[in-house]
T-cell receptor, first 111, second 118 residues
């Protein structure tokens, strides 16, 4: 079945460091891919998404490219801020709109 | 963007009581809503899919008599945890499907409800 595997955390970075959170997926069809962010005590917020191969999603300095050849959707940011501290979830949506989530990666950015 | 609200955001109750959680799509109609459960430091687990006007579809291992779901209108779904026990303590998150451009679907998530059963 469809599934998502993402890099385990926790990840701790200094402010202005580069961030990469790896995400790979397994899907039988042509899924849409998502990154959601969860701040402490809150629900999930859509960070970015991509609907087909080679699409790039971007928001708030974060980027991820849907790469079919490597079945990946890695999240990147060139310079993280303290306010980026959160848990990040990679997810895919199959053609039936069933969502599959990764286990989440906790990011802590220290000043 | 589409907004989904949940009420209450936090609830503490005694063991044996029932708790109702509401999920509302505020600026769009949602024919389908989803209920997830999240344990501490874990990912979301889909509990059930709620379709307006019909019975919810529960995932394997989720007790339908324990977690009652009612999707009364295109903007409201409710989850009732009946006879709650401490092991039901969790973070419950709903999402609603919004039909986007060119028929593509996107799910929008509510802020979650923290349930603590004493």
């Amino acid at each position: 079945g469809d599934s998502v595997t993402q890099m385990e955390g926790p990840v701790t970075l200094s402010e202005e460091a580069c961030l990469t959170i790896n995400c790979t997926y397994t899907a039988t069809g042509y899924p849409s891919l998502f990154w959601y962010v969860q701040y402490p005590g809150e629900g999930l917020q859509l960070l970015l998404n991509a609907k087909k191969a080679d699409d790039k999603g971007s928001n708030k300095g974060f980027e991820a490219t849907y790469r079919k050849e490597t079945i990946s959707f890695h999240l990147e940011k060139g310079s993280v801020q303290v306010s980026d501290s959160a848990v990040y979830f990679c997810a895919l949506s199959d053609p039936g709109n069933q969502f599959y989530f990764g286990t989440g990666t906790s990011l802590t950015v220290i000043p | 963007g589409a907004v989904v609200s949940q009420h209450p955001s936090r609830v503490i109750c005694k063991s044996g009581t029932s708790v109702k959680i509401e999920c509302r799509s505020l600026d769009f109609q949602a024919t389908t809503m989803f209920w997830y459960r999240q344990f501490p430091k874990q990912s979301l687990m889909l509990m059930a899919t709620s379709n307006e006007g019909s019975k919810a579809t529960y995932e394997q291992g989720v007790e339908k008599d324990k977690f009652l779901i009612n999707h009364a209108s295109l903007t409201l779904s409710t989850l009732t945890v009946t006879s709650a026990h401490p092991e039901d303590s969790s973070f419950y998150i709903c999402s609603a499907r919004a039909l986007g451009l060119a028929g593509t679907d996107t799910q929008y998530f509510g802020p979650g409800t923290r349930l603590t059963v004493l």
